[in-house]
């Protein structure tokens, strides 16, 4: 049964959130919007770095976890790995009605991305999980469909493509030939381990990302992230907020 229904079988309004979000610089405006606050005595193991941001907004209950500084180099822990840790450990702990992965990507201008542009995708895979071996290639690659939200992306007006996820922020040749294969037109660090994770667990989850590089650019990726950081932070936010509003209210057949 999914969460966001009735025993009855009639759903109700979706009523709890989970926001997952891998950059304190994407995750604070956020906070800072819906006026969330963090949970002192967070429902995860001690010592962890795993950070809840709660709050009520409008009819929502909304929980952000922000998988924290890395203990060991004190940066953010961005990657699949903490991604679907700390989804597994609060969709445990919170029992959301829906998933939102907020984050920015890389995005290719071949495929119709620029820089400030958000996008919902609509299917997640890995690039850089090559195993040659008939049947587990596909393993590997883990493509799963993200929840289709047809009204949302028609009343936001937000553009629909696939994401490609690996652990790293440049790309291999190997990886290229990989995305291309995925057929993504954007390209993260956390996706498609939120999807897995989500898909285990029979959770609804959507996936909104803000390109902040333009991978078949003549642009540094590093240099070209870190300089447009700081303004598609504040488009991924507006996109959160207004995803939120659209949400709020509705059931999870009405995305
Ligand atoms: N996040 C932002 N830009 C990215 C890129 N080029 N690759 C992976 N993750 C990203």
């Known amino acids: 049964m999914a969460a966001a229904q009735s025993s009855g079988g009639v759903e109700r309004p979706i009523s709890n959130i989970l926001i997952v ?21 967070s429902p995860f193991p001690q010592g962890v770095p795993w950070v809840r941001y709660h709050g009520k907004y409008k009819d929502l209950n909304i929980n952000l976890i922000w998988p924290g500084k890395d203990p060991i180099s ?34 290719f201008k071949a495929r119709g991305a620029s820089v400030g542009d958000i996008f919902i995708a609509s299917d997640c895979a890995f690039h850089d999980r090559r195993i040659p071996i008939p049947v587990f290639d596909l393993y590997g690659v883990g ?12 009343e936001l007006d937000l553009k629909v493509a696939k ?3 690996g652990d790293s922020l440049d790309m291999t040749e190997q990886d290229e030939s990989s995305i291309t294969a995925n057929d993504a037109t954007v390209k993260d660090m956390e996706g498609a381990a939120v999807a897995y994770v989500a898909d285990l667990l029979k959770v ?22 870190l300089q447009n950081l700081a303004a598609v932070t504040a488009a991924l936010d507006l996109a959160v ?5 659209f949400i709020n209210g509705k059931s999870i057949s009405e995305l």
């Open 21 to 41: 979000i891998a950059m304190q610089t994407e995750a604070q405006p956020v906070v800072n919007k819906f006026e969330l606050i963090e949970d002192p005595h």
């Open 74 to 107: 004190g940066v953010d822990s961005v990657g699949t790995i903490s991604s679907a840790l700390v989804t597994y450990a609060a969709i445990q702990a919170l029992q959301p009605d829906l998933i939102i992965n907020a984050g920015t990507a890389g995005g």
């Open 143 to 154: 493509s799963r469909k993200a929840f289709e939200t047809p009204n949302l992306v028609k």
């Open 163 to 165: 994401l490609s996820t």
């Open 204 to 225: 609804p989850a959507i996936f909104v990302k803000a390109v902040t590089d333009i991978i078949d650019g003549d642009k540094p990726t590093a240099e070209e992230f």
């Open 241 to 245: 907020e207004k995803v939120v509003n």
